[in-house]
Every structure is written in C-alpha cells, then in structure tokens.
C-alpha cells in the first residue's frame, strides 16, 4: 500500500471508530460494545468505499501532476496553472453540509468535499490573481501540494494556499537573492498536530532539497537556516498536557524501573532510532495521564455528570496502560527511559470565569483534534509496519515487519480513537451547560486540515443550526481556512 493510501485509509478506519464510538452509525455499534484491548488484523478491514461515500466508488485516477517533480524528489512550480470552477461532484443532495454552489454566498467561496461525504462552503480559485498576494491559487493533484486542502482534489479545483513564491521566475537568482536557485520549491511542514503545505524559493544555503536528503525518517522542512532535515511530527500522542500554551512533558531519565516492566516485546531487538522514537512518545503517554487527571478535576469544578467522569477516569487509565506499553517499547529497543518529576501536572488551573471555555479550548485542541490526529498516525503506522520489506528499511527502523509492533499500533489507535470520540462527548456537554462561554469557543476554532474531515462535520452536529444562526458562519466554513502560515520566506 502506498503511503497516499495509507493515509486515506487510516483516515476512513479511524473516523468510523470515532462515530461508532458516539453511536453515530448502528452498523458499528457491535464493534464499539465489546471493549478491544487488542486488534491484531487492521488489514483485514477492507480499504474499500465506506458508507458514507457519496458515490459508492473510489474517487477517478487522478488526471495530471503540475508541479515539476525532478528525479531527487524536489517539486518545484515552473508556472502558474490555471483551475477548474466546476462544481465537486462530491458534494449533492447525498452529502452533508454544503449541497451545491448556490448554497455558498460569500464571495470567492464554492461547495467542496473535504471528505468522503462531507462538504462545505470554502474558498475557491480559478488563478492567483484570484487570491491574496502571498497566496497561489493550487489546483495541482500533487498529492503534497493538497495537503492544505484536507484531500486531493481529482478534478483540478482550485485553492488558494499560502507560498512563499508564485513561480520559479520569483526565485531566480539576481543581486538581492544571489543565492536563489531558480525554483519556487514545494515543501511541507509540521504545524503541530497538522501538516501545511508551502512554496519557498530554493537557495543553495538549503541542507536539503527534498526528503530523500533527509535520513532516520526526517523531513525537509523550513528552519532557521532555510531548507533543513528535521523530525517530521512534533504532534503529541495522545492528549498533551498545556501549560502556557506549551505541552509538557516529564524529564526522562536513563534507567528501567517500574514504567517498563509490566509489558514485553518479544519481537523487537535494540534499535537507537525506534528507542528514542518509543521514549518520546512514552513520554507524550506519561503526560496525557496527567492531562485526564487535570480534567477530571475541572469536569468536576464544573459539576459534570458521572458518566463523562468515569469515562475520562478510564481514558487515564489507558494511557497509563500506553505508557507503560511505550517505555517497553523503548527498554526493548535498548533505550530504557523512566520519567522524573512532572511538577507541571500541578500547574494552576483557570479562574472560575474561565474555565469552562478553557477546558473547552483544551477538549478541542487536545481532544478532538490531537487524539483523532494520533489514531490516525498510530493507524498509518500499523500498516506501514504491515507492508515494510524484510528486512527493515535501514533509514527506518520503526518500520520493522513485525506483527507485535503492528498489533501495538493498531491497539493504541483505537483507544487514542475512542479519546477523541469522549473528548466530542465532553464539549457536547460543555456546550449543553455552558453554551455563553463554549460556543464562541467552538465557533472561532481552528479545525486543522489533517482531521477536518473527520471533525468538522462532528462539530457542526454538536453546535447545531440553531447556535449556527445566532453565531455566524457555520464552524466548517470558519476552520478549515484558517490553518495559515505567515510567508516562510520573503
Ligand atoms: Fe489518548
Ligand atoms: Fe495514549
């Protein structure tokens, strides 16, 4: 299975655990009653059309690539092209959310699918002229280069996206930029719990030109010096815990106690880079526990019921399972870890005021973006570790072939899906108690694009027509273009 497809697929298995988990579809509620601590086969579910497509068919091939794409694997735009307005086939009387063009009446706007069924009024481009200056008008079917869009878009639909360059012709190498090297090159980088596409001038300082120059699983992204090898996600696993804005994490120190020994990997031999990649994430699970204990206590500041107490009661107890799973990972890799002190689980909560719209805030970020973001990373790795030659890619070492790691993966998925499912019960609830101070809250967010296929349509469902009409615009319309990058480069 390609990655592209992988993608797709995690994408689609993870959002029906989520509505299962919320009993949206009846067809999964089986699956959900019975807890599953262990799911050893994510490759015996069929990667076919859900329910839910519109067409019942997977989408046509894709028609053409615009970008350049050179044989070290950098893609560069030699010219502008120019899109298709034709309405999205995927989006009619079958789809939820937007149904047709008519339906989107801010200008500049068109229905278009940001999923399998679900559609929604969102910008749309015929040519750059069309957008904002430090803006292109994309319409490639480079699957990169979509990356901004939630999907590929088959039919050559365009978006405005932000970039750095319009075309090779910007990056040519003159007196102010006598390091420019003649093309406006694609990239992409990590924005948290979300990936964002950008075009940036290409400069002969760059260390990188693409991700094949990039070893041990890096990626070429923007940095300080330009075009530079870097760890590809700094998404959390699991739910961080934020202090400031900033997630936390426990100091982990070199020895194996406690936290590693509940578990064995028996399959799993010393790896330096699957070591430190299972310590990090170990780390991420230690914190999380901390982050449900926090919002167990908030959830009761605010006189939550008992079913979402005990149902985040043993969410935390999952990730505790996680971690220990994970620091068992990291001892059988050779890499023992054991977390110190974590004195930021005892950070001081919010005043009264604003409580309730700061769990809201945590809920959504953490919750329904960065658990379903996590199910769906945990899920891409199940399946690449799945379809990983023999023996293991040597740049990749936590691709390695075996069934316990894809088992672990997988296991951990659908628990990070079922947090995500609890964290839309949470703010349903939220919403229902406190609706002056969590619907703004809802209604202003940032869906990013990697899960808005998954989460806008839940959030629109949970605010509700009524709400929608005393707030504006519907959330799917507000979030989803709100994932912008300030020019990377001038
Ligand atoms: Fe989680
Ligand atoms: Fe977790």
Not at 125 to 138: F, H, K, P, R, V
Not at 284 to 292: L, V, W
Not at 317 to 326: F, P, Q, S
């Amino acid at each position: 299975m390609i990655p592209s497809s992988r993608r797709a697929a995690s994408v689609r298995l993870v959002q029906s655990w989520i509505l299962s988990a919320l009993g949206v579809s009846a067809c999964h509620a089986a699956e959900t009653a019975a807890p599953t601590t262990k799911v050893p086969e994510p490759f015996a579910v069929q990667i076919a059309p859900t329910a839910t497509s519109v067409h019942g068919t997977e989408p046509p091939p894709r028609k053409k690539v615009l970008l350049a794409l050179e044989a070290d694997g950098r893609r560069h735009r030699p010219e502008a092209e120019s899109c298709s307005d034709s309405p999205d086939p995927r989006c009619g009387p079958q789809s939820t959310g937007c149904h047709s063009d008519a339906e989107c009446t801010a200008p500049g706007t068109a229905c278009r699918a940001l999923g399998e069924s679900y559609c929604a009024c969102t910008s749309t481009c015929a040519a750059d002229s069309d957008c904002g200056a430090n803006q292109i008008c994309n319409c490639s079917t480079d699957e990169r280069a979509a990356f901004h869009y939630g999907s590929v878009d088959q039919e050559g639909r365009g978006a405005c996206m932000n970039a750095g360059c319009h075309t090779d012709a910007d990056c040519a190498p003159g007196p102010a930029n006598p390091h420019f090297t003649g093309e406006c090159l694609l990239v992409v980088r990590d924005v948290g719990c979300s990936t964002s596409a950008t075009f940036v001038c290409g400069s002969d300082k760059d260390s990188c030109k693409s991700d094949r120059d990039c070893t041990g699983g890096m990626k070429c992204m923007p940095g300080a010096n330009g075009l530079e090898c870097e760890e590809e996600s700094q998404c959390m696993e699991g739910r961080p815990l934020y202090v400031d804005e900033v997630p936390q994490t426990a100091d982990l120190r070199s020895i194996s106690g406690s936290w590693s020994r509940q578990y064995t990997f028996l399959s799993v031999s010393p790896d330096e880079s699957l070591g430190a990649a299972a310590a990090r994430a170990a780390a991420e699970e230690h914190a999380s526990i901390g982050a449900f204990a926090r919002t167990i206590v908030e959830l009761i500041a605010l006189g939550a019921p008992p079913d979402l107490l005990r149902e985040t009661q043993e969410a935390l107890a999952d990730e505790i399972r996680h971690a220990e799973l994970a620091f068992a990972l990291a001892r059988a890799a050779g890499s023992p870890r054991e977390p110190g002190l974590f004195l930021a689980a005892t950070a001081r909560f919010s005043s009264p005021d604003t409580l309730a719209a700061d769990l809201a805030r945590s809920v959504l970020r953490g919750g329904c973006f960065g658990e379903t973001e996590a199910a769906i990373r945990l899920l891409e790795r199940a399946f690449a570790v799945k379809s990983a030659p023999s023996p293991a890619s040597p740049t990749d070492a936590s691709e390695a072939p075996t069934e316990e790691l894809s088992a672990f993966y997988t296991d951990l998925s659908r628990d990070e899906a079922r947090h995500a499912a609890l964290a839309f019960r949470t703010l349903g609830w939220l919403l229902k108690a406190f609706p002056r101070e969590v619907v703004p809250v809802v209604v202003d967010v940032t869906i990013p694009a990697s899960v808005a296929s998954i989460v806008a349509p839940i959030l629109a469902g949970l605010l509700g027509d009524s709400v929608h009409a005393a707030e504006g615009a519907p959330v799917a319309e507000t979030g989803k273009e709100k994932i912008a990058d300030a020019p990377l480069r001038a």
